[in-house]
């Protein structure tokens, strides 16, 4: 709100009463359009409404990226121990940090550097961005499942693998004994 009444620089910035009702009426207008305007912490943004998103989804047929488990151990290590170096990602994980996965997490935007340690060669931090909320749909970092919620995903990933196994093992069982 704050930087839409300090845009003008004509010296007649509108009130936050003013950019309020514009943005109201922003909304109501578009949303006849088949747009909805939303707020998303101190952003005000468009997105498509439920009607058109099968539509313009075919304009952008992308297949969701892979990442590799060590590029996610590393953005996880960052989010739960942030400001957190290099060094100290690798100490944890016990294995050399790939130079290629800090580059990806710089150039998705999910990291950034946001300080130095007085070591050695002034170690960069790493901390998460707003774009590493955003993608993960976080308001805040507080939002990031606990360590024993986690655990909980992990041990219900491991009972439905051995359930999957064991399923395919009786079916074959069962087909060899016709």
């Not at 998103?53 to 989010?79: D, G, H, I």
């Not at 580059?103 to 990291?111: A, G, M, N, P, Q």
């Amino acid at each position: 709100m704050d930087e839409l009444v300090n845009v003008s620089t004509s010296g007649m910035a509108p009130t936050p009463r003013k950019v309020r009702g514009a943005i109201a009426a922003l909304t109501a207008d578009y949303e006849t359009r088949g747009w909805n305007c939303s707020k998303w912490r101190a952003a005000i943004g468009f997105k498509s409404g439920p009607a058109w998103r099968s539509r313009l989804a075919r304009l952008w047929q992308e297949r969701p990226a892979k990442y590799s488990r060590a590029l996610l151990e590393t953005l996880a290590l960052v989010a739960y121990r942030q400001p957190i170096t290099r060094g100290e990602i690798e100490q944890i994980r016990g294995v050399a940090v790939n130079p290629n996965i800090i580059k990806t997490l710089l150039e998705r935007s999910w990291i950034r550097v946001v300080g130095h340690r007085d070591v050695p060669r002034q170690a960069g931090t790493a901390g998460t961005t707003r774009e590493f909320l955003d993608y993960f749909s976080l308001k805040k970092l507080d939002d990031l499942p606990t360590l024993a919620q986690l655990k909980e995903l992990e041990d219900l990933r491991v009972q439905l693998t051995l359930r999957a196994r064991t399923a395919g093992r009786n079916r074959h069982r069962r087909g060899c004994q016709r």
